[in-house]
């Protein structure tokens, strides 16, 4: 079982950073895609971006590429989000998503998922 713990979320402003964390437990890390998702007030949980489990690919949404980028360190079993130039429709639940083999963007195809932090940007 792999166990997925996100950090750093918080209440921003529009044009401000996060970086989110994601802390990976229970499995060689370095087997693992992956992935960020988010869940805005009211809407459907929606890909944000995945990475390869050597870090070789990086998926994006189209909403969020040229803002975000995701990178890991399979060294401490963890994963980041960067976030820069925040909307305030970029608020949402984010959440980690893990998953043995290559990445997608079908959320029913993850396998692990964490709590999920709160992202909040204010205009």
């Known amino acids: 079982q792999v166990q997925l713990v996100e950090s750093g979320g918080g209440l921003v402003k529009a044009g401000g950073s996060l970086r989110l964390s994601c802390a990976a437990s229970?499995?060689?890390?370095?087997?693992?895609?992956m992935g960020w998702y988010r869940q805005g007030p009211g809407k459907e949980r929606e890909f944000v971006s995945a990475v390869s489990r050597i870090g070789g690919v990086t998926r994006y949404a189209p909403s969020v590429r040229g803002r975000f980028t995701n990178s890991r360190t399979n060294a401490t079993n963890t994963v980041f989000l960067q976030m820069n130039s925040l909307k305030p429709e970029d608020t949402a639940v984010y959440y980690c998503?893990?998953?043995?083999?290559?990445?997608?963007?079908?959320?029913?195809?993850?396998?692990?998922w964490g709590q999920g932090t709160q992202v909040t940007v204010s205009s």
């Open positions: 229970g499995r060689t890390f370095s087997s693992l895609a």
């Open positions: 998503a893990a998953r043995d083999g290559p990445t997608t963007v079908e959320s029913t195809e993850w396998h692990y």
